[in-house]
């Protein structure tokens, strides 16, 4: 009997990504040489324009008090700035940006259930089974973290998962499929049949397996047919009785070990270092790419006429399809069925 058993179940996946960013100059060279500098609504817009979603609030480095600072070129100087514009104003951020998304999974566990022994005697004869299991659960609120993942906590390449495989489970469908698989094949052996005609046995049903001893006759197995008779007329309450007897090669059960997912991914960088790009008042700083991740700025006040347009950008990264898409493993077991022959003897 080949029995094709699909086993869905999903990945509720979390990637974090850290981002760090730090002013390059030294303060005492700032007080010389003044730069645009972002605030703290530049840096939020960019942490979370790319979809992801913040872990915490951004932890932001400020610029010194107001006070008497060293300046790079040798003296002092006093710096003065209000407390407000020093909480709004950043030369460092670290943030971490998370995302969430939901991964199936399809496993498809071909068995074949076979009597080896009795394959040999009879021929091979065959039959299709279909099975499923699905132990998926809710997905929603889970991608914009309004809700706990369910399952049990695992790693997968860099990322957090959550797996709702349930080997118990898997298991018990696994071991019902075989049994139903060896009733099939003992089915097919139950062709030969015993009848007998008892005094009334009104508790007699169908599932029930019955051993017959006669002086004639020895034989046992499952009630095929039960009919009861009685008759006022002639006084008598009698049940026929038709057994269905296994007769084949004696198999034991055999084991089987289920294979494991073998689905992995690689660990990935999870820290972005962010750079700055300060366009000097010569216009000699050459004009950062599309895809420069980090501060962009110029020297103040502004005396070039090639200045940077301020900005500060981050790319989140890309999510590989691999990592999105279903995943789908299918795997090949042969079990031997567990195989008994059944009493039936006649004698003349």
């Known amino acids: 009997v080949n029995v094709s058993l699909e086993y869905t179940y999903q990945f509720f996946r979390e990637r974090y990504q850290d981002y760090s960013w730090s002013y390059p100059r030294p303060f005492s060279e700032y007080l010389e040489q003044n730069t ?14 790319g979809g992801w979603t913040l872990e915490g609030p951004i932890d932001f480095d400020r610029l010194p008090a107001s006070g008497e600072y060293d300046l790079a070129s040798g003296g002092t100087t006093n710096w ?21 998304w939901v991964q199936d999974v399809k496993q ?13 005697r009879y021929d091979l004869l065959t039959e299709e089974v279909q099975a499923a299991l699905d132990t998926s659960q809710d997905e929603e609120g889970f991608d914009d973290f309004g809700a706990t993942p369910p399952g049990t906590e695992i790693t997968l390449g860099s990322d957090t998962a959550w797996t709702t495989f349930s080997s118990a489970d898997l298991t018990a469908a696994v071991d019902a499929a075989i ?8 089915d097919s052996f139950r062709q030969n049949s ?23 006759v020895t034989g046992q197995g499952k009630c095929r047919r039960v009919t009861h008779r009685i008759s006022l007329d002639q006084g008598s309450a009698t049940s026929e009785v038709e057994l269905a007897v296994f007769r084949g090669e004696v198999s034991s059960a055999g084991s089987y070990s289920l294979p494991s997912l073998s689905y992995s991914e690689a660990p990935r960088v999870t820290q972005t270092t962010l750079g700055t790009a300060i366009q000097k ?68």
Not at 43 to 49: K, L
Request: charged letters at 20%; a negative charge; glycine letters at 2%.
């Open 108 to 120: 498809t566990f071909n068995l074949t259930v076979q009597s080896t022994p009795n394959i040999a």
């Open 281 to 348: 008042n010569d216009g000699s700083v050459a004009t950062p790419a599309e895809d420069f991740e980090g501060y962009v700025g110029n020297e103040l006040p502004i005396a070039t006429s090639n200045p940077f347009d301020e900005r500060f950008a981050i790319k989140t990264p890309d999510i590989a399809d691999t990592s999105r898409n279903a995943i789908e493993e299918a795997y090949q077991l042969t079990v031997e069925a567990d195989m008994f022959n059944q009493a039936l003897s006649v004698s003349l």
């Open 194 to 216: 015993v009848s007998f005609q008892t005094l009334l046995q009104p508790e007699l049903e169908r599932f029930h397996f019955v051993r017959l001893e006669a002086d004639s």
């Open 36 to 49: 645009s500098l972002p605030n703290n609504d530049v840096i939020n817009q960019a942490a979370t324009a």
């Open 179 to 186: 049994a139903q698989a060896q009733v099939i094949i003992l």
């Open 80 to 100: 003065v700035i209000s407390e407000e514009t020093r909480q709004y104003i950043a030369i460092g951020a670290d943030f971490t940006l998370r995302k969430r």
